[in-house]
T-cell receptor, first 117, second 110 residues
Framework: GAVVSQHPSRVICKSGTSVKIECRSL??????MFWYRQFPKQSLMLMAT?????????EQGVEKDKFLINHASLTLSTLTVTSAHPEDSSFYIC?????????????FGEGSRLTVL | GNSVTQMEGPVTLSEEAFLTINCTYT??????LFWYVQYPGEGLQLLLK?????DKGSNKGFEATYRKETTSFHLEKGSVQVSDSAVYFC?????????FGSGTQLTVLP
């Protein structure tokens, strides 16, 4: 099946610094990628939809200036958590839809666990 | 808006027991329905899917049938194994995005 890779899988940073998480589709092109946040024992919360070559669409309540998303190519989207604070500590997951693929079928990355000290 | 409601966990079963995890959805139109599984320390993986009413998705011994009349997509397996221990997410898909249920933690004991 299609493979989506996230990097880094774990990151620890100091409060006030910025952290970048990469999401790559390894063997397919993804015109659309999604970023989610998962809290312990809770479901995924869609943060934003990232479209190649255009601005991301953010869900209500998600600060676009804090969670910067860039989708510069058909195989790479990045999420940058700017001026991170301890409350930003979470598990961030990306997913990608194959261009022209079945509606709704997504392939997920392994997730990136962010810990802000 | 769209929503997915699934059975709260955690669920603990003995090996070879029968498993049912209930899932119901609300949506406009006719969404595709999915079950995703998250094994410990790993990302989400698609387990099975159904794209229209009465379709049955199946994989690794798991099954779920798209029931339009009851807006349900319950996950079943006749005989669970220890290796099935994971968190299971039901989701409903539109052309734009997927809506996830809260997840059900399954633990299978030997």
């Amino acid at each position: 099946g299609a493979v989506v890779s996230q990097h880094p899988s774990r990151v620890i940073c100091k409060s006030g610094t910025s952290v970048k998480i990469e999401c790559r589709s390894l063997d397919f092109q993804a015109t659309t990628m999604f970023w989610y946040r998962q809290f312990p024992k809770q479901s995924l919360m869609l943060m934003a939809t990232s479209n190649e070559g255009s601005k991301a669409t953010y869900e209500q309540g998600v600060e676009k200036d804090k969670f910067l998303i860039n989708h510069a190519s058909l195989t790479l989207s990045t999420l940058t958590v700017t001026s991170a604070h301890p409350e930003d500590s979470s598990f961030y997951i990306c997913s990608a839809r194959i261009a022209g693929g079945p509606t709704g079928e997504l392939f997920f990355g392994e997730g990136s666990r962010l810990t802000v000290l | 808006g769209n929503s997915v409601t699934q059975m709260e966990g955690p669920v603990t079963l003995s090996e070879e027991a029968f498993l049912t995890i209930n899932c119901t959805y609300t949506a406009t139109g006719y969404p595709s329905l999915f079950w995703y599984v998250q094994y410990p320390g790993e990302g989400l993986q698609l387990l099975l899917k159904a794209t229209k009413a009465d379709d049955k998705g199946s994989n690794k011994g798991f099954e779920a049938t798209y029931r339009k009349e009851t807006t349900s997509f319950h996950l079943e397996k006749g005989s669970v194994q220890v290796s099935d221990s994971a968190v299971y997410f039901c989701s409903s898909g539109s052309a734009r995005q997927l809506t996830f249920g809260s997840g059900t933690q399954l633990t299978v004991l030997p």
